[in-house]
């Protein structure tokens, strides 16, 4: 898998693990080690698990790790490491794999020698969950016996002991999650199987089996991948054409540290960089994705001068050599420094130095030997550079035309009275009759409303440049007021609740999904702060004499029309369905759909942002096939799309 890094120390023992603090207020403050209580804080508790296992295979001892979730909502991981020490550790006196389970911050991983690299949190993982487990036992293959140790938040409730023998090693924990610390117990094995799948990629040749045993949610699915980050890019692209066919592959290593880089070209207009340190996802980038967009931007500008396709001063930007661009850039270190709590961003400087210099050195062999892949990406790079001067002369006329630097706002806007950005909403509304009523029905005070009609561009096959003289789009942006792009500023938003209040059919989904795919791709922050919402109009109007009801889904329309009757079958009780927010009157929008008290909205959340962007692809790209294939496995969840 990882060659390049060394073995470490074969023997794996009491004397590697080290205490540096006692477990404390994880049940108090259980955010501050998983994130959250909810359902992202839950999953958190099985990547806490599996990343140890993925610590064992870096290290070159385990090559298959088994994920499942049994009845009831238990998790099981097991791997075929070497398994956990059992041993007495001579600083506390007590067995390795006690110390592990119950002392925040013990762990093989801060240089005893058992690990040179690793991704979990440094011994924090295996104490943090067993404290937010309604129960937790850990059964270790080792020495030719099976070890066993039970716990209950935390403490134990079954010392260690030998409960059989083996000729095997590894590591078994089975964990359930303590309902009084979590908001919900229940896992989604889409989640799971999404995290395990990106775990297969970086460690190619690993094997992960994801399973999902619970009654009537039976599946199971092997993951190993032995192309690694090749095949990981591969699957990015799966529904985009790509500009060149081979996915360019640059690999090293300086010391301890190594980094593998996987990149290909499609010729869509979207960046999608994805990059982790010691398999930690780094959202926020840092030192590794520095070095690789440096080194990019500065072989693809040399390339162009030294063919003579780029002369004298110009050069294309790095923004215009990332357009279309697919890479994952994975690098593998010990003593990671990553900044913040949530491990965003990786700020090892020397790693920037490390994969500015492959990149530099292997792109141009690259390029040399493959003249018709380089001068596919320079074309692409010098079409996005002159789009990009068409966008700038197209938005300064537009500045022109519309007075958008002296703040004047859209005709379609009723704006609100606040000026508090956090206490204001907007609603976009799709056409002028439930425009119309929402305006009457509004509180005027914070709640402002835009009138969209008609279909709105679809950005996904758009450049910049068509975007900002599209009459559906301009009136939102100057409406938003942050910008777009490059240019998005967050500080400069209007409003803090962003409403899609759109119909619950076909019509109104496409819609929501042209409105999201922009956000998506030119004002992500917006999602990516939790500011844009979808409203949950009702479907159904009930009437039994002067009692009117609505209803948000055919369950609910049942049960009220059952409350209506009161038990007598022979009471009429009328039942209409909405055919859209137009035929509402004012009061009617209000109560149902934009009412704070008593209204549903639905967050759109970026939970996944791989897994989003394929989505935008898929219903939004060129391809009919991969479309027409979501749309019917999907249909059913179409009112609740969350993307």
Known sequence: MSDQI??????????????????????????????????????????????????????????????????????????????????????????????????????????????????????????????????????????????????????????????????????????????????????????????????????????ITIADERPGEEQKEQLCYEGGIREFVSFLNKHKTPVHNEVIYISGAKGDAMAEIALQYNDGYNETL???????????????????????????????????????????????VREGIT??????????????????????????????GLVTEQLTEYFEEHPQAAKAILEKALMANRAREAARKAKESVRRK??????????????????????????IVEGDSAAGSAIQGRDSRFQAILAMWGKMLNVEKARADKIYGNDKLYPLIVALGAGIGDEFNLDKLRYHKIIIMADADVDGAHIRTLLLTFFFRYMRPLIEKGYVYSAVPPLFKL?????????????????????????????KVDISRFKGLGEMDPHELWETTMDPEKRTLRRITLSDAIRADQVFTVLMGEEVEPRREWIEQNAKYVVNLDI
């Open 6 to 207: 060394e073995k470490v120390t074969q023997e794996y023992d009491a004397s590697q693990i080290q205490v540096l603090e006692g477990l404390e207020a994880v049940r108090k403050r259980p955010g501050m080690y998983i994130g959250s209580t909810s359902s992202s804080g839950l999953h958190h508790l099985v990547y806490e698990i599996v990343d140890n296992s993925i610590d064992e295979a870096l290290a070159g001892f385990c090559t298959h790790i088994d994920v499942a979730i049994e009845p009831g909502d238990i998790i099981r991981v097991s791997d075929n490491g070497r398994g956990i020490p059992v041993d007495i550790q001579e600083q506390t006196g007590k067995s390795a794999l006690e110390v592990v389970f119950t002392v925040l911050h013990a762990g093989g991983k801060f240089g005893g020698g058992g690990y040179k690299v690793s991704g979990g949190l440094h011994g924090v993982g295996a104490s943090v969950v067993n404290a937010l487990s309604e129960w937790l036992e850990v059964q270790v293959h080792k020495d030719g016996k099976i070890y066993q140790m039970r716990f209950s938040r935390g403490d134990i409730t079954e010392e260690i002991h030998v409960v059989g023998e083996t000729d095997r090693t590894g590591t078994t924990v089975r964990f359930k999650p303590d309902p009084e610390m979590f908001d919900d117990t229940v896992y989604d094995y889409k989640t799971l199987h999404t995290r395990m799948r990106e775990q297969a990629f970086l460690n190619g040749g690993l094997a």
């Open 402 to 427: 519309t007075g958008l630097e002296s703040g004047q706002m859209p005709d379609k806007l009723q704006d609100c009275n606040e000026r508090d950005p956090s206490l204001c909403e907007i609603y």
């Open 274 to 320: 994805i990059s982790f340190a010691n398999d930690i996802h780094t959202p926020e980038g840092g030192m590794h994705e520095t070095g690789f967009k440096t080194a990019l931007t500065r072989v693809i500008n040399a390339y162009g001068l030294k063919n003579n396709t780029l002369k004298g001063e110009d050069r294309v930007s790095g923004e215009d």
């Open 543 to 571: 009437t039994r004499g002067k009692t009117q009801r609505v209803a948000y889904s055919e369950p609910e329309r049942d049960r009220i029309s059952a409350e209506l009757r009161g038990g007598n079958p022979n009471v």
């Open 327 to 356: 890479a994952v850039i994975s690098v593998k270190l010990p003593e990671a420094q990553f900044e913040g709590q949530t491990k965003q961003k990786l700020g090892n400087a020397y790693i920037r130095t490390l994969v500015d």
